[in-house]
């Protein structure tokens, strides 16, 4: 069930980043608790099972839902909130987000860790994923920035500092974004980026930038090239699609995290690539022949986020798709491997109907969920409005998939 939650926002705007007051936003700043660990992936934050205060309600009618992350932004031993909020007149404004205990109720915090000249965002925003990227052990924020005046633009990171502030500045990754995946993929103790460019002209693949450990990033060429068309003759062949917009890593049986990526219109696909290992160039191999495609998802709906689960050696996805902002659905698939001698063979298989969500009079379905610990879905984005029974219908909808 969705753990619903009233939003009491103070007013925003002014002061600086990394106050030391020891109260802020009308309640008392905590004291004493140890700080929550980071995830070692995009995906471990994102899925932490922790984080029980998913749901945000929108506080203001221009939130960009799907950029919403979590962290423990305030070193506070509790989860906090990154979130976007869209602004018709240019950059969108960056807003970081307390849970008061005493209240009950989401506060805007900003500026006690972000400086007002520190607040401004892309002028589209598309999605934010959290990670440790500067090594410090706090968590920091990566947004995916879609292009503006027909061109690329430098993605944004916000990086916690030694004074509990924030500083945002350019990460040298320049692409169309729509999506991105941290992980630590030459395995050197610092996290890269695996990032969409929706309007690349390198057979539109998932781009690599390895991270320094300070919070930038450097452009891998097609030499050590992140996916290629299963050189590994592993799992089939294939070609990745032309347009990337959405990159996922999932856990899988190997332990290690392989990549759903899809793409929309003329090329609408999703596929699974395969994780080779951290010692392999290239790092994912292709699968989407007939038997490792995603079958029976050839409608025009847009794969907005990928979940994965691990059971008795069987890895199953679910694969959130939207195709408008009324309507969306999850569907479950299972991959099973059966190895003989050297070989392995692999295929998906898709278990029960996808679960189809429409709401029409309630503003938007959200775009973002995550499998909680009790692996029932809960909606992770800021897409809630004051209505509480679409998220609890909603929640009631998702059960059933399992």
């Known amino acids: 069930m969705f753990l619903l939650m009233t939003t009491a926002l103070s007013a925003c705007g002014g002061g600086g980043g990394g106050s030391s007051s020891p109260s802020s936003s009308g309640y008392t700043w905590p004291t004493g608790n140890t700080p929550l660990i980071v995830g070692a992936s995009s995906y471990a934050n994102k899925n932490d099972p922790q984080l029980v205060r998913t749901q945000l309600e929108k506080f203001d009618p221009n939130v960009n839902p799907i950029t919403l992350t979590f962290g423990d932004f305030f070193q506070d031993g509790q989860f906090s909130a990154f979130i976007v909020v869209n602004q018709t007149s240019g ?54 920035c879609a292009m503006t005046q027909a061109q690329p633009v430098d993605q944004l990171v916000f ?51 390895f991270g320094n450990g300070t919070g930038a990033f450097a452009f891998q060429t097609r030499n050590t090239v992140l996916v290629a068309q299963d050189t590994q003759a592993l799992c089939g062949g294939g070609s990745v699609p032309t347009s990337t917009n959405s990159v996922n890593i999932v856990p899988s049986t190997n332990g290690r995290f392989d990549l759903i990526i899809g793409a929309t219109g003329s090329a609408n696909s999703i596929m699974w690539l395969k994780d080779l290992g951290s010692g392999a160039i290239p790092r994912y191999s292709v699968c989407n ?7 029976n998802l050839t409608s025009p709906a847009t794969l907005t986020d990928v979940y994965s689960s ?17 309507s969306m659905t999850i569907s479950k698939f299972t991959l099973s491997e059966t190895t003989v001698g050297l070989s392995t063979t692999y295929s998906l298989n898709s278990g029960t109907q996808p679960v189809t969500i429409t709401a029409p009079t309630l503003n938007g379905l959200p775009d973002l969920f995550k499998v909680n610990a009790a692996g029932l879905f809960q909606a992770f984005d800021a897409g809630c409005s004051s209505q509480t029974t679409r998220c609890s219908s909603l929640s009631a909808a998702l059960s059933s998939i399992n």
């Open 159 to 209: 990086l916690s500092q030694p004074d509990g502030s924030y500083l945002r500045q350019n990460s040298g990754v320049v692409v169309d974004g729509k999506s991105a995946s941290a992980i630590d993929l030459n395995n050197d103790g610092k996290l890269d980026l695996i990032v969409s460019n929706s309007t690349s002209n390198t057979r539109g693949e998932p781009q690599v930038y």
């Open 310 to 326: 691990i059971n008795n050696g069987v890895t199953t996805f679910y694969l959130g798709r939207k195709s408008s902002p009324d």
């Open 289 to 295: 022949t007939s038997s490792l495609n995603f079958p």
């Open 91 to 144: 950059a969108g404004k960056a807003y970081f987000l307390r849970w008061n205990t005493t209240t009950s109720a989401w506060v805007d915090d900003t500026d006690r860790i972000l400086g007002t000249t520190q607040r401004a965002a892309c002028v589209s925003n598309q999605y934010a994923i959290t990670a440790d990227f500067n090594g410090d052990g706090k968590p920091d924020v990566y947004l995916s």
